[in-house]
């Protein structure tokens, strides 16, 4: 079956970096996203690898091994406002999004 | 500005009534697509469409229906048959799978409470 797993929550410090973690299993593999979302809102965007490889964007950068079926999304100098959801999500060989729990990042002063 | 736009944002509906959430995109994307969203589980797939007059279940479609006569609509609605309808619901859209890397735009989302 299709599965994908990440950490249910997590905390950090204002300041710090964390790493968010998550593993996948599809049928057939066609990128793997990562998406923010604060409680309440709508998912946003944030990357998209197909690749394998670290792609940077800013404060955030997210790394895929395609061969692990593994992503993680690294998040450096956080501030308060990132405390929200982060939402993994593996497209499949029918482009259909398999999505994971989301993992609630808490960032305390 | 493009986006996409759902109504309402909060709803409350009796036991046995039917509802229907709106979900309008100008964002000229081809698909479109319903979410439901529960706590502690991830995004749950309810319908999609990826062209007008044309849309297919996703896993849990039972329980509601949806319509694409326009491009730029698809309204969802939950009927009485949906057993456990109290959700967040999102709607989103893409361009083509194939033609981008597939990212979905998502409206507010609308919170349903049946009471």
């Known amino acids: 079956g299709q599965n994908i797993d990440q950490p249910t929550e997590m905390t950090a410090t204002e300041g710090a970096i964390v790493q968010i973690n998550c593993t996948y299993q599809t049928s057939g593999f066609n990128g793997l996203f990562w998406y923010q979302q604060h409680a309440g809102e709508a998912p946003t965007f944030l990357s998209y690898?197909?690749l394998d490889g670290l792609e940077e964007k800013g404060r955030f950068s997210s790394f895929l091994s395609r061969s692990k079926g593994y992503s993680y999304l690294l998040l450096k100098e956080l501030q308060m406002k990132d405390s929200a959801s982060y939402l993994c999500a593996a497209m499949d060989s029918n482009y259909q999004l398999i999505w994971g729990a989301g993992t609630k990042l808490i960032i305390k002063p | 500005d493009g986006g996409i736009t759902q109504s309402p944002k909060y709803l409350f509906r009796k036991e046995g009534q039917n509802v229907t959430l709106s979900c309008e995109q100008n964002?000229?994307?081809?698909?479109m697509y319903w979410y439901r969203q529960d706590p502690g589980q991830g995004l749950r797939l309810i319908y999609y469409s990826q062209i007008v007059n044309d849309f297919q279940k996703g896993d849990i479609a039972e329980g509601y229906s949806v319509s694409r006569e326009k491009k730029e609509s698809f309204p969802l609605t939950v009927t009485s048959a949906q057993k456990n309808p109290t959700a967040f619901y999102l709607c989103?859209?893409?361009?083509?799978?194939?033609?981008?890397?597939?990212?979905?735009?998502f409206g507010e989302g609308s919170r349903l409470t049946v009471l």
């Open positions: 989103a859209s893409s361009m083509s799978p194939g033609q981008h890397t597939g990212e979905l735009f």
């Open positions: 690898n197909v």
């Open positions: 964002l000229n994307h081809d698909a």
